[in-house]
């Protein structure tokens, strides 16, 4: 079965440090780039870090110089360590892979071109 594996979220107070990981599992078989993704209560889902194959990355304006996204593309993993977490951070944070392989759901028997979603990671930052 298709899917992305994250981990490393969790409750901290402001100030500290998380990392975040996301394997993907086998079945995608060409990784283009991955991402993080966040979505507070209320608000909707936003690019918080991109990452290409080549090692290009974009970051949102709010947490450049803070967050770190990295890829390990042996294994088909994607990290993001995230610095001086401010209670703002607090979100879902969805990791994103754009990539060739199986689908999932319905079209799980259909190899091509997909946007694949995680579960998503809680991280709470209070003040």
């Known amino acids: 079965q298709v899917q992305l594996v994250e981990s490393g979220g969790g409750s901290v107070q402001a100030g500290d440090s998380l990392r975040l990981s996301c394997e993907a599992s086998?079945?995608?078989?060409?990784?283009?780039?991955m991402g993080w993704h966040r979505q507070a209560p209320g608000k909707q889902r936003e690019l918080v870090a991109r990452?290409?194959?080549?090692?290009?990355?974009v970051y949102a304006d709010s947490v450049k110089g803070r967050f770190t996204i990295s890829r390990d593309n042996a294994d088909n993993t994607m990290y993001m360590q995230m610095n001086s977490l401010k209670p703002e951070d607090t979100a879902v944070y969805y990791c994103?892979?754009?990539?060739?392989?199986w689908g999932t759901g319905t079209n799980r028997r259909r190899y091509g071109v997909y946007e694949y979603w995680g579960q998503g990671t809680q991280v709470t930052v209070s003040s």
């Open positions: 086998e079945g995608i078989f060409k990784i283009n780039a």
């Open positions: 990452i290409t194959s080549s090692g290009s990355t």
């Open positions: 994103n892979v754009d990539g060739t392989g």
